[in-house]
C-alpha cells in the first residue's frame, strides 16, 4: 500500500514540475519560503529542480550584472533592457533559491551572504566562458585595450610601446588615456593601470603594484638660472607649480627643514605631462615623478637642484582576473610588471 502511494505521490508531482499549466496556483508565489514544499504522505518535493539543464540562465545572467555593480539600473543599462525586467528576473530567482540574494535599501540593494557567494560562482563562470571563448577565437593578431592613467600613459608609458611591439609584434595596444576607473564589464578593457597614494585594492578586481613614485623638484635651465638657488629655501620666491593638491609642496619644504609659505600659490593642473610642459616652457617649478621627469632632465630640458623626494604614492596594474587574461594580454601585463620593477631614473643633476 505505502508504495502505492510513494507512486501516486510521484506522478502527482511530475505534474507540478511539468504541467504547471493544469493548476491553477502560482508556483512562484508558493516557492517564496526557502522552506515551501508539498507533501505527500512521508515525501517532500521541492517546487524547482536546479539542475544543469533547468538552470534558469536568463535569471542568473540578470543577477550575475546587477550584484556585479550592486545597481539595477545600471545592469539594465548594461544588459540593454528595463529596470522592470532585471528586477522581475532577480525575484524569480529567489523565489526559486528561496532565499534573499539582495537587501533592498533606500534607493538601491546590497548583497546578502547568498548573493555573494552565488555572484562569486557566476562571475567566475562567465568569465572562464568568455575566456575560453576568446581565446578559440582569437585571431592572429590580438588587440588588447588598455585603460590607462593619463599621467603614465603620457609620460611614461606611451614612449616605451615599441619596445613591447618589437618582442610581440602580433598584439595590437588600444591605450585609452582617462582618469576614470575602468568599467571591465561594460567595456572592452582587459587591463587598467591607476595612482593611488593610499588604496592597495578594489572591490571584484585583482591589483598589482607596478612602481612607487617619488616627487622632486624640477625646472628649466632657463628659470634656474634667473636666481641664485643654493638652498632649498631660495624656491620660495619662484612660482610653483601644482597637481590635483597644493598640499604636496608644503610637505616638500617640511621634508626639506623650510618653513612652507602660509598660502601656496601658483597654477594648477590635473595632469603630470601637462605640468610638465609647463615647468619646460620656464612657468614654475614642478613637484612631480621622477619617473615622469628623468626623460626631460636627461633631454636638457629640465634640472633638478635638490636630492630631496617625498613619497608620491603608487601605480597599479589592474584586472578583473589575471589568471583569465588572453595571451597576448598576460604578455603585455608581464612586460609591463618587468619594465617598472625597481625603477628609480636619476634626478639630481
Request: hydrophobic share 45%.
Amino acid at each position: 500500500m505505502n508504495a502505492r502511494k510513494r507512486m501516486v505521490s510521484d506522478q502527482i508531482a511530475n505534474i507540478f514540475f511539468h504541467i504547471p499549466g493544469l493548476l491553477s496556483f502560482n508556483r512562484r508565489r508558493l516557492a517564496r519560503d526557502a522552506q515551501t514544499s508539498i507533501r505527500f504522505d512521508t515525501v517532500n518535493y521541492r517546487l524547482y529542480d536546479m539542475r544543469r539543464g533547468r538552470l534558469p540562465l536568463t535569471a542568473l545572467r540578470a543577477f550575475e550584472a546587477a550584484g556585479r555593480v550592486e545597481s539595477i539600473s545600471l545592469a539594465a543599462e548594461e544588459l540593454c533592457v528595463s529596470q522592470a525586467a532585471v528586477s522581475r528576473q532577480v525575484r524569480d530567482l529567489e523565489a526559486q533559491m528561496g532565499v534573499p540574494l539582495f537587501e533592498r535599501v533606500h534607493r538601491g540593494v546590497r548583497l546578502t551572504q547568498a548573493g555573494r557567494s552565488l555572484l562569486k560562482a557566476l562571475t567566475d563562470a562567465f568569465d572562464n566562458i568568455e575566456g575560453t571563448i576568446a581565446e578559440i577565437c582569437r585571431p592572429m593578431f590580438e588587440t588588447i585595450a588598455v585603460s590607462c592613467d593619463p599621467s603614465f600613459a603620457t609620460c611614461w608609458l606611451a614612449p616605451r610601446l615599441s619596445a613591447f611591439r618589437q618582442i610581440s609584434p602580433d598584439t595590437d595596444i588600444v591605450l585609452n588615456a582617462d582618469l576614470r576607473l575602468a568599467d571591465f564589464g561594460n567595456d572592452d578593457t582587459v587591463l587598467a593601470i591607476r595612482y593611488s597614494k593610499e588604496r592597495t585594492n578594489w572591490p571584484r578586481v585583482e591589483a598589482r603594484k607596478l612602481c612607487d613614485t617619488h616627487l622632486s623638484a624640477f625646472l628649466s635651465p632657463s628659470l634656474a638660472s634667473s636666481t641664485d638657488i643654493r638652498t632649498p629655501a631660495d624656491l620660495l620666491s619662484l612660482p610653483r607649480l601644482h597637481e590635483d593638491s597644493r598640499d604636496d609642496w608644503s610637505n616638500w619644504f617640511a621634508a626639506a627643514g623650510v618653513a612652507p609659505p602660509s598660502k601656496e600659490r601658483g597654477m594648477m593642473f590635473n595632469e603630470s605631462g601637462v605640468m610638465l610642459q609647463a615647468a619646460i616652457a620656464g612657468q614654475g617649478i614642478a613637484l612631480t615623478d621622477e619617473l615622469f621627469a628623468g626623460a626631460a632632465v636627461r633631454r636638457g630640458e629640465l634640472v633638478c637642484p635638490f636630492d630631496i623626494t617625498i613619497p608620491g604614492g603608487a601605480y597599479w596594474l589592474v584586472s578583473r582576473s589575471f589568471g583569465r587574461l588572453s595571451l597576448g594580454a598576460r604578455g603585455f601585463a608581464d612586460w609591463l610588471m618587468d619594465a617598472t620593477c625597481g625603477w628609480r631614473p636619476a634626478c639630481h643633476v
